[in-house]
């Protein structure tokens, strides 16, 4: 005991000597493993659980919560986060066999969050919150089947035709790797229904272990993206189509990876406002697929210096030091110090976006089989920790961010058009005349749930200079000139004006559209604008008629935002041109 106290005394000594002779080492992270004195203990869970974790304020009381799946006669485990201090709940409910990914969701928009659960050995469970944190399963009643087992990973979330209810995509993963992923569209009425085949989802298995949710063009529309395990299941990228319907567009984009791959990590790691994905796999080395905004990917792992090269599994991207740029941790299954392999990695991000293994981070003893990993905010500082699920008998991680050097500035969302929790949403801050970027998703990396709050690390900028959120609806709210070291709660439309037109007297026919647009019921003299969906100005107009057709059949096809503007109000509105 007294070595160990020696050392950490040590490391201290070294991480301070190392501030006083630079400010840019002074604000290297460090984290320790805090999991037993914060209240998460007991993880008795048996075997090769592979279980994920969800880091997510399922309460809404503005601290974020853990949520552990686990195996066999262990139930999944829910721990209140109780003013930075987790304490075991039940709720009533008892989840036990092989539980997978545990996810929270607001399915029906009534301002709770309800919880899904995966399983590989029996049928997936949706359970309804009442908003007193009571708990109905309601698996039959939304269109699940209570019988049918589909040996289910991974469970994403998402938006696929923009109409404010979540849909759902299910990776599952049999041991014959026949049985086929699934999507679900959400009907609106806390009813699903199986589109697969009418959207075009292959009908084949092919033993994917996660998706996700995201724009990776940037035309408005959430696509899909698959990981795979084994090479001969390359990894599948679907475009959304904008009709419901998607297209297989892995070999032409470059995103068909073949290896074992385990996560989807979705980040926009370099800032230029399209979406990256990273793949972990094993001793073969993961993948970083960056965006060129073409519709095309490249590989920069290697050349980032983000192989890794050992047996990976959940990955995130996050600020650690909260000096702007994005870090990486990622969990793997060697536990073997012996074995040549990385039994952990934590990177560190450089100026010139090359990625350093940092080793005076605190992660010297983090030596467990670790699986899922999932970001989040435990005490509320504006440090982003971290919770890994391990193999028993070890018990899971809380690695708790120890800088307090750094501003910060942290996000919430809430649709009011768009979903509830703001799934799909870009989040741009800028802050000392550097802009970041987050998108927000609802199941991802290997099994995760992250925090619903985004944290941004802003160095030390005094002013954040604007904060803009673009949600799913096509409304953007922007906010200038912000104190940091806060947490802002934005609610779509809530930075357009009080005096709104009248939006029971608008109407906008037909949408979709082939080209020519009729609107009728304007009340007031308005300016129209139509931009498409990189923010050119397409069109501009004064109107004083109540009643305008609008010709759009010479301009491309895709998604518009026509925003009507008077001297009192304003509204957006989104088109789709076919």
Known sequence: MLLIIKRELFKRLILFSSC??????????????????????????????????????????????????CKGSDPVR?????GGQLVEEFYGITITGHSKQVIWVDYDNDNDNDLFVTRLDGNNLLYQNDGNLNFTNVTVAAGFSNFIVLYTYGATFGDIDNDGDLDLFLSNKDVSGTIPNKLYRNNGDGTFSDISFAAGISLTGHSTFCASFFDYDNDGFQDIYMSNDRFANTNILYKNNGNSTFTDVSAISGA?????????????????????????????????LKNNGDGTFDDMAIASGLSFNSIGWGANFFDADNDTDLD??????????????????????????????????????DEFKSFSNAIGDID????????????????HSLWHNQNDTNNWLKVKLEGVQSNKNGIGSWIEVSANNKVM???????????????????????????????????LSGIEDVLTNISPNQTMFIQEGSTLSALEFDTNTITISPNPTNGVLKIK??????????????????????????????????NSKGIYMLQFTSETSKLTKKIILN
């Not at 990590?265 to 406002?273: K, Q, S």
């Not at 039994?343 to 981070?361: G, K, P, R, V």
């Open 521 to 554: 019921g304007l009340n007031q003299p308005t300016e129209i604008k139509i931009f498409d969906y990189l923010g050119r100005l397409v069109y501009l107009k004064q109107l004083s008629s109540k009643d305008y057709v609008i010709d759009l059949s010479q």
């Open 328 to 365: 990486l941790y990622i969990s793997s299954m060697v536990d073997n110090p012996d074995s040549g392999l990385l039994m952990t990695a934590f990177y560190e991000c450089q100026d010139n976006l090359t990625y350093t293994l940092s080793t005076t981070s605190g992660f010297d003893n």
């Open 380 to 395: 509320n500082d504006g440090f982003q920790d971290f919770v890994v699920a391990n193999q028993a008998p070890d018990n």
């Open 78 to 82: 829910f721990f209140r986060n109780n």
């Open 437 to 471: 970027y987050r998108y927000t998703l609802c199941g991802e990396a290997f099994l995760g749930q992250n925090s619903a709050t985004e944290i941004f690390g802003i160095g030390d900028a005094t002013t954040v200079d604007y904060v803009k959120v673009s949600w």
């Open 20 to 69: 006083l002779f630079s400010l840019s080492v002074c604000s290297q992270a460090f984290f320790q493993n805090n999991a037993i004195p914060l209240g998460l203990i007991n993880n008795t869970a048996t075997g090769n659980n592979l279980g994920g974790v969800s880091f997510f304020d399922y309460d809404n009381d503005g601290w974020d919560d853990v949520t552990i799946a």
């Open 256 to 288: 068909n990876i073949a290896a074992n791959a385990m996560s989807t990590t979705i980040v926009d790691f370099n800032y230029d406002g399209w979406l990256d994905i990273y793949i972990t796999n094993t001793v073969e080395g993961n993948h970083l």
